[in-house]
């Protein structure tokens, strides 16, 4: 198949909408990642609370959840340091009251 004709349908699955983005994912070998378990105060709308985090440098996914916990959020970054100045800042959000977090070791595939 000619370039042309990868470009030619490439730009149509753009266009009718069956690719919605291009993007790179790069290893994880130089991350560090942490799950955060965060209790929101009764008062707060959570969906609130999760939109605010998904702004946050170092957070990855996002989770609202049953439980003890109403939140969960994965985080990421090179640095234990850097995974702590992530979790301040989520505790900075209003309406967040607590928040538990474990570093994860190992993932098994």
Do not use: H
């Not at 100045?85 to 967040?96: A, L, T, Y």
């Amino acid at each position: 198949m000619s370039e042309s004709a990868v470009r030619r349908r490439v730009k149509n699955l753009v266009d009718n909408g069956t690719i919605k983005k291009f993007t790179v994912e790069i290893g994880v070998s130089n991350k560090t990642s942490a799950i955060t378990l965060i209790s929101v105060s009764p008062s707060t709308d959570t969906s609130k609370v999760s939109e605010k985090l998904k702004s946050l440098k170092g957070v990855d996914t996002v989770y609202e959840i049953t439980g003890q916990y109403d939140i969960v959020a994965i985080v990421s970054a090179p640095t234990i340091a850097e995974i702590n100045k992530c979790i301040d800042d989520v505790r900075r959000i209003n309406g967040v009251d607590d928040t538990n977090t474990v570093i994860i070791l190992r993932t098994i595939n």
